[in-house]
T-cell receptor, first 112, second 114 residues
């Protein structure tokens, strides 16, 4: 069965710092990859997704992620975080059977 | 466009009682999912419907959980009897048919079992 690992449970950054959140998955077949964000008190929202083509995908609010097939990774990045980026971030993987699995999440706290 | 609607938002029950959650997906979305999110963990898929048929319920504890989507639109998730470890947020999501469909989530139903 596929699994999704997010390396960091809680990340604390100051505003303007750069962000990278790790995500690795275990599945040998074709996958679709997603990052979802959950702002405090809100529902899960899609940040970005990868299906095929350019492995560097850009999402909303200046976020981007890079799919590295050989490393089974899909890390999320942002060059300069803002206080409003404080949220929980979830990596998700969808395999051939249409099953969407989520990682445990990374809580990001940005200090003003 | 209306989002995914869920009710109730909050529910507190005692163990061994029963509870039901309702979800109305985005109009036209063929696929509906129920996820369980325990505090500090990522969402865990309980059941996936394609129209009114079950696609995947391998992680649904069938001795106490049940779900239906009779007319292929809204869905109900029931827990009977509830256990303390069922305390979680129950998320409903929907997507257009197909693997490339983005999941749209509701705000969730928070269950506390005492």
């Amino acid at each position: 069965a596929q699994s999704v690992s997010q390396h960091n449970h809680h990340v604390i950054l100051s505003e303007a710092a750069s962000l990278e959140l790790g995500c690795n998955y275990s599945y040998g077949g074709t996958v679709n990859l997603f990052w979802y964000v959950q702002y405090p008190g809100q529902h899960l929202q899609l940040l970005l997704k990868y299906f095929s083509g350019d492995p560097l995908v850009k999402g909303i609010k200046g976020f981007e992620a890079e799919f590295i097939k050989s490393k089974f990774s899909f890390n999320l990045r942002k060059p300069s975080v803002q206080w409003s980026d404080t949220a929980e971030y979830f990596c998700a993987v969808r395999s051939n059977n249409n099953d969407m699995r989520f990682g445990a999440g990374t809580r990001l706290t940005v200090k003003p | 466009e209306a989002g995914v609607a869920q009710s109730p938002r909050y529910k507190i029950i005692e163990k061994r009682q029963s509870v039901a959650f309702w979800c109305n997906p985005i109009s036209g979305h063929a696929t509906l999912y129920w996820y369980q999110q325990i505090l500090g963990q990522g969402p865990k898929l309980l059941i996936q419907f394609q129209n009114n048929g079950v696609v995947d319920d391998s992680q649904l504890p069938k001795d106490r959980f049940s779900a239906e989507r009779l007319k292929g639109v809204d869905s109900t998730l029931k827990i009977q009897p509830a256990k303390l470890e069922d305390s979680a947020v129950y998320l409903c999501a929907s997507s257009l048919e197909g693997r490339t469909g983005e999941l749209f989530f509701g705000e969730g139903s928070r269950l506390t079992v005492l």
